[in-house]
């Protein structure tokens, strides 16, 4: 069964230009999120959806990020206007929705690590 | 809010040394508590859970305990290898509308000298 794939897996900038992150989680999963991995730091939720829908994007830096999963499958994160502070690996996990189970896995996939100069 | 708390930012031991991994969590109620690993140019995978307080969990040698009156979720390991060598993440599900969802540490990067 193919993983969570992700691309680019590199992504080089100068500050103010914009890149978009592709991810195809695994098949059948309904839920898919989007964390962010600053360099030393643990993974951070930026948004994720069941289906096509957003259920959360708090975290996610409205001016100049966005995501969308329109067919529920496949997702696109696109960061405008690139500031070095957004220097980090940009990693996406697939999951079925959990609900009222206890499972909390997670299925990452290798992530796509940007650097803004 | 809800918080994951990882003190210790490195360990570096020796093969067959014991490994103790401390995390405490903030949150109300009793929730579900993970360890995710991480190996060099890998996204994060499970290494185990604990879905009930004052319960333990295992997985490849590995055994974490869970304490609801300290609040606390340690990981350790009897005699750890050089292919343990890896980032170790504790990780908490969140609760209600945070339900699906997790919270990571910091990580703890272990570095296993042979």
């Known amino acids: 069964e193919a993983g969570v794939t992700q691309s680019p897996r590199y992504a080089v900038l100068q500050e103010g230009q914009a890149v978009s992150f592709w991810c195809d989680p695994i098949?059948?999963?309904?839920?898919l999120y989007w964390y962010q991995q600053p360099r030393d730091q643990g993974p951070q939720l930026l948004v994720y959806?069941?289906?096509?829908?957003?259920?959360?994007n708090s975290q996610l830096p409205s001016d100049r990020f966005s995501a969308v999963r329109p067919k529920g499958t496949n997702s696109t994160l696109k960061i405008q206007s690139a500031k070095q502070g957004d220097t980090a690996t940009y990693l996406c996990a697939s999951s079925f929705y959990w609900g009222g189970s206890n499972t909390g896995q997670l299925y990452f996939g290798e992530g796509s690590k940007l650097t803004v100069l | 809010g809800d918080s994951v708390i990882q003190m210790q930012g490195q360990v570096t031991l020796s093969e067959n040394d014991f490994l103790f991994i401390n995390c405490t969590y903030s949150?109300?109620?009793?929730?579900?508590l993970f360890w995710y690993v991480q190996y060099s140019g890998e996204g994060p995978q499970l290494l185990l859970q604990v879905t009930t307080a004052n319960n333990k969990g295992s997985s490849r040698g590995f055994e974490a305990t869970y304490d609801k009156g300290t609040t606390s979720f340690h990981l350790q390991k009897t005699s750890v290898q050089e292919i343990d060598s890896a980032v170790y993440y504790c990780?908490?599900?969140?609760?209600?509308?945070?339900?699906?969802?997790?919270?990571f540490g910091i990580g703890t990067l272990l570095s296993v000298k042979p």
């Open positions: 959806f069941r289906d096509e829908a957003v259920i959360d």
């Open positions: 990780a908490m599900r969140g609760f209600g509308s945070s339900g699906n969802k997790l919270i």
């Open positions: 098949s059948g999963h309904d839920t």
């Open positions: 949150t109300t109620g009793y929730p579900t």
